[in-house]
C-alpha cells in the first residue's frame, strides 16, 4: 500500500481544516487506516484511526483530539479524511497517515505503511 497525505496548510486558531490520505492498491478496505502527528522534537503522536471496512467501523482518538477531529475512510476512494475542528496551536506537527492490516493501535511501531506527511500550521 502506498499512502499520500494531503490537505495540510496554515490557519488561525479555532478554524477547521480536512486532511486526505489517498492509498494506491486494491486491498485498501483490509487495512486499519490511521493518522498520527509529530511536532519539531517531540515523539510522534497518535491522532485518530478507523476499523476496517466489515468490521465495527469503530473508531479510536488521541486524548488530545476527543470531540474536535473525527477520521473517516471512503472504500471507494481508497481515501481516509481527518476532519480537523476547532484547531489550537498545540496541534501544529507534520501530520502522517499509517496502514495495517492488523488491529487499531495507538502504538505508530504496529503500522507498516506510511505516507509522506503535510503540514498543519496553527497560528494564535
Known amino acids: 500500500v502506498q499512502l499520500q497525505a494531503s490537505g495540510g496548510g496554515l490557519v488561525q486558531a479555532g478554524d477547521s481544516l480536512r486532511l486526505s490520505c489517498a492509498a494506491s492498491?486494491?486491498?485498501?478496505?483490509?487495512?486499519?487506516m490511521a493518522w498520527f502527528r509529530q511536532a519539531p522534537g517531540k515523539e510522534r503522536e497518535f491522532v485518530a484511526a478507523?476499523?476496517?471496512?466489515?468490521?465495527?467501523?469503530?473508531?479510536l482518538y488521541g486524548d488530545s483530539v476527543k470531540g474536535r477531529f473525527t477520521i473517516s475512510r471512503d472504500n471507494a476512494k481508497n481515501t481516509v479524511y481527518l476532519q480537523m475542528n476547532s484547531l489550537k496551536p498545540e496541534d501544529t506537527a507534520v501530520y502522517y497517515c499509517?496502514?495495517?492490516?492488523?488491529?487499531?493501535?495507538?502504538?505508530?511501531?504496529?503500522?507498516?505503511?506510511w505516507g509522506q506527511g503535510t503540514q498543519v500550521t496553527v497560528s494564535s
Open positions: 499509517a496502514a495495517d492490516p492488523g488491529a487499531m493501535s495507538y502504538n505508530p511501531r504496529i503500522y507498516n505503511y
Open positions: 492498491g486494491r486491498t485498501f478496505s483490509h487495512y486499519v
Open positions: 478507523v476499523a476496517v471496512r466489515w468490521g465495527s467501523g469503530s473508531t
